[in-house]
T-cell receptor, first 117, second 111 residues
Framework: GAVVSQHPSRVICKSGTSVKIECRSL??????MFWYRQFPKKSLMLMAT?????????EQGVEKDKFLINHASLTLSTLTVTSAHPEDSSFYIC?????????????FGPGTRLTVL | QKEVEQNSGPLSVPEGAIASLNCTYS??????FFWYRQYSGKSPELIMS??SNGDKEDGRFTAQLNKASQYVSLLIRDSQPSDSATYHC???????????WGAGTKLIIKP
C-alpha cells in the first residue's frame, strides 16, 4: 500500500515552455501532498504544501506564479513549471501524507527529472 | 530557523559491521522523526519512523531518539553493500507536518 506515482519520469523541454508534472496517490486518499526539488548532491528542498481543495502554501523564496500547484482531488496534485529556464532543471519529487494527525508518514513518488535546454 | 544537522560523510563501513548515522534537530517542539534512504537518481524511501524516546527496532535497523538531547540516530546491523546510499534524517514541523530535511549522510559499505 501507500503507492505514489509521478508522471512523466523524465522531461526535456525548451526554455520558455511550460511543463506539467502529475502526482497521484494510487491506493489511498491524500488530503495533503508536498512538492520538493532536489539539486545534484543536495538535500530535498520543500517547495510547497498542497491541500486538496485549497490554495497551496509556498515556502519562502518559491515563486507561486512560476510554480503553479493544483490539488483538485484527493488523489491528484499537479505542479506546472511555467516559462521554464535552464536554472529550473532539477529533480522534482512529490509526496503524499496519509491521514490528518501529527506524525503521519510521507510517501514519495519516484520523481521527475526536468531538463530545460 | 528550524534546522536538521547531519554529517554529510561519506561514512565508510566494512560489510557485516554496524553503521551508525546521527542527526540533531533544533526545534524542541518536533514530535515525529524519520529516516529515509535515497539511492542515486531515485526518490527517498522510508526506512524508519520514531515518535517516542528510546529505541525502535525493525529487522537490521534500529532508530534511537533522545528528545532531551534533540538527537536521533539510525543503526544498521550486519551492513550489506546494498545498504550503500544516502540516508536522510527528516523531522516534522509546522501545522501541515512539513518535513525539514538534513543534508543526508552518504554511506558506503565496503565488501
Amino acid at each position: 500500500g501507500a503507492v505514489v506515482s509521478q508522471h512523466p519520469s523524465r522531461v526535456i523541454c525548451k526554455s520558455g515552455t511550460s511543463v506539467k508534472i502529475e502526482c497521484r496517490s494510487l491506493d489511498f486518499q491524500a488530503t495533503t501532498m508536498f512538492w520538493y526539488r532536489q539539486f545534484p548532491k543536495k538535500s530535498l528542498m520543500l517547495m510547497a504544501t498542497s491541500n486538496e481543495g485549497s490554495k497551496a502554501t509556498y515556502e519562502q523564496g518559491v515563486e507561486k506564479d512560476k510554480f503553479l500547484i493544483n490539488h483538485a482531488s484527493l488523489t491528484l496534485s499537479t505542479l506546472t513549471v511555467t516559462s521554464a529556464h535552464p536554472e529550473d532543471s532539477s529533480f522534482y519529487i512529490c509526496s503524499a501524507k496519509l491521514g490528518s494527525y501529527s506524525g503521519d508518514t510521507q510517501y514519495f513518488g519516484p520523481g521527475t527529472r526536468l531538463t530545460v535546454l | 530557523q528550524k534546522e536538521v544537522e547531519q554529517n554529510s560523510g561519506p561514512l565508510s563501513v566494512p560489510e557485516g559491521a554496524i553503521a551508525s548515522l546521527n542527526c540533531t534537530y533544533s526545534d524542541r517542539g518536533s514530535q515525529s522523526f524519520f529516516w529515509y534512504r535515497q539511492y542515486s537518481g531515485k526518490s527517498p524511501e522510508l526506512i524508519m519512523s520514531i515518535y517516542s524516546n528510546g529505541d525502535k527496532e525493525d529487522g537490521r535497523f534500529t532508530a534511537q531518539l533522545n528528545k532531551a538531547s534533540q538527537y536521533v540516530s539510525l543503526l544498521i546491523r550486519d551492513s550489506q553493500p546494498s545498504d550503500s546510499a544516502t540516508y536522510h534524517c527528516a523531522v516534522n514541523v509546522g501545522s501541515n507536518y512539513q518535513l525539514i530535511w538534513g543534508a543526508g549522510t552518504k554511506l558506503i559499505i565496503k565488501p
